[in-house]
C-alpha cells in the first residue's frame, strides 16, 4: 500500500512504478468508480490490463487513457455465458491471468415486504453471480499454472445488515462466503482469494443512493450526503482510491500468505 496517510479529500496521482509488470490483471466493472481506479493503480506499476463493463465507448476512453499495452471487453456479467466469455477472450488476447479482480456491482433499496422477485433475482445475479460466473471461468487457468490472485469486491453489506437493501446485503454476504470457501479450497494451489468490504464511496453508485434519499424524504443533497458520510466513525466517505491501495496490496507479493481475509475499509464502522 502507499506509505503517505491519506484524509479521503485528495485523489493524487499513481506513483509509476513496476510492481506488477508484465503481470495481466482482469477488473470488472473497470469504466467507473472503484473499478477505474483498480485499474489506473494496476496500469501505474506495469500490469497488462483487461477492462470490463457494459458500456463500449466508455471503456474505450479508459483503455486509450491508461499508457500500456490493455485490452477491453463488453459484457453485462449478469448473462452466465458473456461473463464466462470475457475471461476466455482475455486469455486469448492478453495471455494467462495472474489477477482477477471482481468489482461489478450495483446496489438498490426496497423495503422487503414489497420486494419484488425481480429485484432479488437481479440483486443476486450482479452482485453474486458474476463472482461466481468469472471466478470459474478463471479458476482453471491459475490451478494449472498453480499461481493466481482473485480479490472480490464485497462491502460492508457483506459484513453487517443493514434496512432496506436486504437483497444487497444477502448478496454481498454471499461474496464474503465465497471468498472464504474459495480460499481455503485453493489455499495448497498457490491461489490467494480475498475481499475488500468497503463503506460508502464517492463513486456514482453512492451519488444514486445520495439521489434517491433526496427523492424518498425532500432532504437536500448536503444532507443526504452528510447523513451517509455520518454511518463511518471518520465522518466522510471513502475515496475509490483507498479501495484500490487495498486491492494491489492484497494481489502483491507481500500479501502472499494472506488468504480468506474480508478487510472492511469503513473508517472503524465494522470491526468483524
Ligand atoms: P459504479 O461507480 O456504479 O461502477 C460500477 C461498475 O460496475 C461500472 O464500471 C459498471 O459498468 C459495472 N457494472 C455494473 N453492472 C454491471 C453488469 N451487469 N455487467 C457488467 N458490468 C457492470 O459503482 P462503484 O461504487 O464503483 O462500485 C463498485 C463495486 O463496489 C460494486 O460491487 C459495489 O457493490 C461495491 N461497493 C460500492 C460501495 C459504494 O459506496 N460505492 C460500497 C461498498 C461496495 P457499466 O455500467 O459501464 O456496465
Not at 75 to 83: F, N, R
Not at 100 to 109: E, I, Q
Not at 113 to 118: G, Q, R, V
Not at 147 to 175: C, D, E, M, P
Request: neutral net charge.
Amino acid at each position: 500500500m502507499t506509505a503517505q496517510p491519506r484524509d479521503g479529500t485528495q485523489t493524487e496521482q499513481p506513483r509509476m512504478t513496476t510492481a506488477f509488470a508484465g503481470r495481466h490483471v482482469l477488473v470488472t466493472g473497470a469504466s467507473r468508480g472503484i473499478g477505474w481506479a483498480v485499474a489506473r493503480a494496476f496500469a501505474a506499476q506495469g500490469a497488462i490490463l483487461s477492462l470490463c463493463g457494459r458500456d463500449a465507448n466508455l471503456l474505450e476512453q479508459r483503455r486509450t487513457a491508461l499508457a500500456g499495452r490493455h485490452a477491453a471487453f463488453v459484457a453485462d456479467l449478469t448473462d452466465p455465458a458473456a461473463a464466462a466469455r470475457i475471461v476466455e477472450l482475455a486469455i486469448a488476447a492478453q495471455g494467462p491471468l495472474d489477477v482477477l479482480v471482481n468489482n461489478a456491482g450495483y446496489g438498490a433499496s426496497q423495503p422487503f415486504a414489497k420486494m419484488a422477485s425481480e429485484h432479488w433475482d437481479q440483486m443476486l445475479a450482479v452482485n453474486l453471480s458474476s463472482v461466481f460466473h468469472v471466478t470459474r471461468a478463471a479458476i482453471g487457468g491459475m490451478l494449472a499454472r498453480k499461481q493466481g490472485r482473485i480479490v472480490n469486491i464485497a462491502s460492508t453489506a457483506g459484513l453487517t445488515g443493514y434496512a432496506y437493501v436486504a437483497a444487497y446485503v444477502a448478496a454481498k454476504h454471499g461474496v464474503v462466503g465465497l471468498t472464504r470457501a474459495l480460499a481455503r479450497e485453493y489455499a495448497s494451489q498457490g491461489i490467494t482469494v480475498n475481499a475488500v468490504c468497503p463503506g460508502y464511496v464517492d463513486t456514482e453508485m453512492t451519488a444514486a443512493t445520495i439521489d434517491t434519499i433526496v427523492r424518498k424524504t425532500g432532504r437536500s443533497a448536503e444532507e443526504a450526503r452528510a447523513e451517509l458520510a455520518k454511518s463511518n466513525p471518520q465522518g466522510r466517505l471513502i475515496q475509490p482510491e483507498e479501495v484500490a491501495d487495498a486491492v494491489l496490496w492484497l494481489a502483491g507479493d507481500a500479501a502472499g500468505s494472506v488468504t480468506g481475509q474480508c478487510i472492511a475499509i469503513a473508517g472503524g464502522e465494522v470491526m468483524p
